[in-house]
């Protein structure tokens, strides 16, 4: 019963630098989030994806592609950190795209 | 615009003290009202979905309501085991499908 794993938890770039965030779930869900949390801010969708083989931009995609591997994965990278990306990652997943999402436990990224 | 609020920001009880969260919205074309709970360096829990106005959920001592503008999130007799960050999401209509926007949460702390 994993549900939604996210990794790394934990991880501080460079600017400039680049990496990817990984993200699968076991739950058979057709459709996959990625957001960010900002104190203070609600969850913002970056990217998701209704279905496998699709994916659209969401509230604030600048700087971030997405990658939908197959119905588990959902990747996201960060091809040139900013310090302004600096935040808490959370990729989801939900049956469709009008129901219940679940969550992972989050990537914490610091760009220095 | 679409906007989620949610008020208080914080909110300090004794255990036992009942009290009440909002989230309040102006969307156009709801589809659904979810709240999730969160706790310190964990992704959101989902707690319930409302989709029409007048419908209410409970669970343990919470109890969420639904209205046409907001909805309320119950807290009866609560415990520390209460203290999280409670989150609402709207989901609304939109130009070729629908999005969910988040509110900013609630900071519930309950004293033994």
């Known amino acids: 019963n994993a549900g939604v794993t996210q990794t790394p938890k934990f991880q501080v770039l460079k600017t400039g630098q680049s990496m990817t965030l990984q993200c699968a779930q076991d739950?058979?869900?057709?459709?996959m989030y990625w957001y960010r949390q900002d104190p203070g801010m609600g969850l913002r969708l970056i990217y998701y994806?209704?279905?496998?083989?699709?994916?659209d931009k969401g509230e604030v995609p600048n700087g971030y592609n997405v990658s939908r591997l197959n119905k588990r994965e959902f990747s996201l990278r960060l091809e040139s950190a900013a310090p302004s990306q600096t935040s808490v990652y959370f990729c989801?997943?939900?049956?469709?795209?009008?129901?219940?999402?679940?969550f992972g436990q989050g990537t914490r990224l610091t760009v220095v | 615009e679409d906007q989620v609020t949610q008020s208080p920001e914080a909110l300090r009880l004794q255990e036992g003290e009942s009290s009440s969260l909002n989230c309040s919205y102006t969307?156009?074309?709801?589809?659904?009202l979810f709240w999730y709970r969160q706790d310190p360096g964990k992704g959101p829990e989902f707690l319930f979905t409302?989709?029409?106005a007048g419908e209410e959920k409970e669970k343990e001592r919470l109890k969420a309501t639904l209205t046409k503008k907001e909805s309320f999130l119950h807290i009866t007799a609560p415990k520390p085991e209460d203290s999280a960050t409670y989150l609402c999401?709207?989901?609304?209509?939109?130009?070729?499908?629908?999005?969910?926007?988040f509110g900013a949460g609630t900071r519930l702390f309950v004293k033994a």
């Open positions: 989801a997943s939900s049956r469709q795209g009008n129901t219940e999402a679940f």
């Open positions: 739950m058979n869900h057709n459709s």
């Open positions: 994806s209704a279905s496998e083989g699709t994916t």
């Open positions: 969307v156009s074309g709801l589809r659904g």
């Open positions: 409302l989709y029409s």
């Open positions: 999401a709207v989901q609304a209509l939109y130009t070729g499908g629908f999005k969910t926007i």
